[in-house]
């Protein structure tokens, strides 16, 4: 996809620019770095090569509109721990658990393909940072967040190249720190800031993990200092 308002070569370049500013901004020692399946792991990737961080993946999938798959009302994290919109209120019960199922099956998928199975990373006491390509609704990062503070860590922060230009007020609420690059006054999707969008195949995040020093499981060994 080329998006009419390109700012991003891809998500490698994304991901570059991000850890630059935030090496400006963290000086924790080796921050726990989260990226979101897919797009989220390879700005992922280059954010944690900067800081010098621990890499893995938190799952987290949105709900999508019965009537347009492309439109979140809400999202789901491993461990179920969802966010709603006020659309999704508006949904009858057989048809929101029906969503909700499917979409919890596809984040199990997704734990076992990118983690193994295994358990999340220790987060007690740790800087962690949440890293997706973009955020349009913010509904994916809320799930993700309540997921991590239940982990008790130091603090959670959130980092993405580009963001729509609202509040988000769930995010902003229960993140310590937001870092966002760029908020573009028009937005409709976060692929339109992107010159090339086009998602890896899962075999070429799995390598990326790998680099970073990721054994299976997702217990991460982090970038050599």
Known sequence: ?????????????????????????????????????????QVAYEVAKILKGDLSVVIAKKLPDPSSEEVAMGAIAEGDFVC??????NLDEELKRSIIDRQ???VKRRIARFRGGRPLPEMKGRTVLLVDDGIA??????SA????????PKRIIVAVPVAANHDFYNIFK??????????PSVFHAVGEFYRDFRNLPDEDLLVLLQEAGQPP????GGWSI
């Open 104 to 106: 919890s099956r596809e």
């Open 137 to 142: 609704t913010g509904a994916t990062i809320a």
């Open 174 to 183: 229960h993140a310590d720190q937001v870092v966002i690059l760029e908020q």
């Open 84 to 89: 709603f919109s006020r659309q999704w209120e």
């Open 145 to 152: 967040i309540l997921l991590c503070k239940t982990r008790n």
């Open 1 to 41: 996809m080329i998006g009419y308002q390109a700012i991003f070569t891809d998500r490698t370049d994304a991901g570059k620019r991000l850890g630059v500013l935030l090496k400006t901004k963290i000086h924790d020692t080796r921050p726990l770095v989260l990226g979101i399946p897919t797009g989220g792991v």
């Open 217 to 220: 499981g997702g217990n991460s």
